[in-house]
């Protein structure tokens, strides 16, 4: 065993002799020149200074907001002694998309990315107390908020996002007294803008967002995600509990359009779970009923299109018959969009101005690759097999609705009950495409079609 060690350790002391003769040969030496420094010390476009990070290599010149940055000239350019670049001084640059700056020193180089930022100053979101949503109308420079008549407006804290390296006045996040208009003033380099916000205190809401909780912090993400929306896209709106309709402590009545999103991990399937499910919805029917037979309207989405049944809407007093959902926490991420048809309905107010894709004209596709969706249906199914309801006219008489979108299958998805009398309109989308909220987020482009679907939804039960 000594001998075996003493040989190993031989060969060893061999082998960093042989490597430290050859690492001196005259034959090996490189004619490399690594030595050399590769820095952007300074640059100026048209004049404009360029921040440079050397950490990351990047390089910012702030222009003013409506600066043009098609065509702007390499005013100065210093660099590491020594050194070239592809670009000089004197240059002219689109600076519309980044450029890459190559510095070269002996056979070193590094690449310089310089991008050109505008000073902009905008108010990109507004919230009072983290609840309630602004409605910002960029051109007018306005921010419009509307909160309980409960709230005391000489004291309401602010929550403000706007432009990056900007800074506002009044501060965000201050206790502000909004009895009278607010100007906020944002400020980023050379760039200035000063928006009004005014502060309503809503006695008497235009439209409703209706929940199972006491408030609106308690909702699901899902039905969170609806509320937010409706809050900061439908003015004069606020979200109300049904214990708030049922103890008519909410005066509904300027109120046009109550809506009530509900979601369930699992669905709802049938009348009597969804009268377990949500019994504080159930104890509110007869203000409800009062509300709809006074020519009130509803938007009733996913497991809410139960709820026509306990107001007397439905003729045969039925609820949707084919139901189910997963759970958001494990929700299926879709491999392309997915979609329900509209034939026959094309000209519905509830699908114009939708994103179609081309050559499907009786397509509505509602989300995007990569989007997580719980699927939650709440569908009618047609069909001799089972079901009840042989065909589309049993069905329509039957319940005394209108179908207006369907499932690939032929389900409906989508339908409504005509204003008669004085009763209002109800309109009920039942598709698990109806999906707010994803947990991965994606980005959106037919999912777009949710919101505008929706905005459509609203102008048609309060225009009509």
Known sequence: MVIMKTKIITFFVALIALLALGSCS???VSDLQLDGHCSVENIKLDDYQGIVDKTSRTITVRVPETYDVTNMTVSKLSISQGAASNIKEGDKLNMIAPQVIRIKNGDV??????????????????KINGIYNGVIDEANKTISVYVPNSLNLHSLTPSITFSANASISPESGVATDFTNPVVYTVTNNTATASYTVTVTAIGKPKAVFVGLPATMNELNIEELTACKWMLQNIPNSLYVSFSDIKNRTIDLSECKVIWWHYHKDGGVDGKEAFERAAPEAVNAAVALRDYYNNGGSFLFTRYATNMPAELGAVANNATPNNCWGGKEADAEKVNSPWSFFIQGHTNHPLFQGLIMKTGEPNAVYTCDAGYRITNSTA???IGADWGGYADYN??????????????GDGAIVAWEFPATGSKGKILCIGSGCYDWYSIDEVPSHYHDNIGKMTMNAFNYLMNN
Do not use: C, P
């Open 109 to 126: 180089y590094l690449d310089w990315t310089v991008k050109v930022m505008r000073d902009e100053a905008k108010i990109t979101s507004f």
């Open 26 to 28: 005259s034959d090996n």
């Open 379 to 381: 569908q009618w199914h």
């Open 394 to 407: 049993k069905w329509r008489t039957e319940t005394g609705a209108q179908d207006i979108a369907y499932g």
